[in-house]
C-alpha cells in the first residue's frame, strides 16, 4: 500500500509574481513528483494568468471566487467549482472578476508515443 503524503498548503511559502501570488503544492522537491506539477494561484482584481500552450496536458479549477476565462478569444464567465482542461497545444487566460480568485493549476507532461 503506498503511503499518503499531508501537504498543508496553508504553510507552503507564496510568491508574488507578474501574474497572481503562487504557491507550489505538488512537485519533485515537496512529495517527489516526477511527472506532474500543481500549484495554487490567487488572482486579485485586475489580474490575469495566462496559461501557455506547450508539451503538456494542464487543468485550471476555479476554488473561490468569481472570474473570466478567455479561450479562443471568447470570455466565459466562472464561479467557484468551474475549471478548464487545456491540450498540449491549447492556451487560456483568466483574470479575476472583483474580488480575488484562488485557482488550482495542475500540469501534466505530454506522454510520448
Do not use: C
Amino acid at each position: 500500500m503506498p503511503n499518503t503524503t499531508f501537504i498543508d498548503t496553508n504553510k507552503l511559502p507564496r510568491k508574488q509574481t507578474s501574474e497572481g501570488e503562487l504557491t507550489e503544492i505538488l512537485n519533485k522537491e515537496l512529495v517527489g513528483a516526477k511527472n506532474v506539477h500543481g500549484s495554487l494561484r490567487w488572482l486579485k482584481s485586475g489580474e490575469k494568468f495566462k496559461a501557455d500552450a506547450g508539451d503538456k496536458h494542464q487543468l485550471i479549477y476555479l476554488m473561490e471566487g468569481k472570474g473570466r476565462i478567455n479561450l479562443e478569444n471568447k470570455d466565459h464567465d466562472v464561479t467557484k467549482g468551474m475549471g478548464i482542461y487545456l491540450g498540449p497545444s491549447e492556451t487560456a487566460t483568466i483574470s479575476a472578476a472583483g474580488d480575488t480568485v484562488k485557482l488550482f493549476h495542475l500540469i501534466v507532461p505530454k506522454i510520448p508515443r
